[in-house]
């Protein structure tokens, strides 16, 4: 069986980060965007981050251009805002796709584990998968669905 810990990804600062490194925590992966009306959860993301990362929980964000051209700046204007705007200090990773014939292969893979509204696709920025400590997807919220509302489901996973 795959799980989220059998993908790489290549993050922000360009290099490949293998998920195994996160084996064992349960994982909250959100693709992200600097221009959206979502763009304020990544102060809740980080929240999160901050309040539950001791407990093994990692928020992953990944940057997706696929919806209005809402993340127009490359990895390093991501890094700068996300830094600079909201204090982000969880992982971001480089900007990927989460639709169509060149997604990422871990949002494909996610997409397969709990379709959403939309079926398998991902209706817009700030999807977030819950992942298990086993790299099972638990749960899939709306873009609309704050970081503060997910709080019982992550500590269910801790």
Known sequence: MTSAYDFTA??????PVDLSTFQGDPLLIVNTASKCGF???YQGLETLHRDYQD????????????F????PGDEEEIKNFCSLTY???F??????????????????WLRTQKSGVFGGRI?????????????VVVER???ATKPEKLVGAIEKQL
């Open 10 to 15: 290549t993050g922000i600062d360009g290099n």
């Open 91 to 108: 992982p971001m990773f480089a900007k990927v796709d989460v639709n169509g014939p060149h997604a990422h292969p871990l949002f494909e």
């Open 87 to 89: 204090d982000v200090t």
């Open 39 to 41: 763009t304020p959860q």
């Open 68 to 71: 209005a051209h809402q993340e």
């Open 141 to 143: 919220f709306a873009p």
């Open 123 to 135: 209706k817009w920025n700030f999807t977030k998968f819950l992942v298990n400590r086993d790299g």
């Open 55 to 66: 407990q093994g929980l990692r928020v992953l964000g990944f940057p997706c251009d696929q």
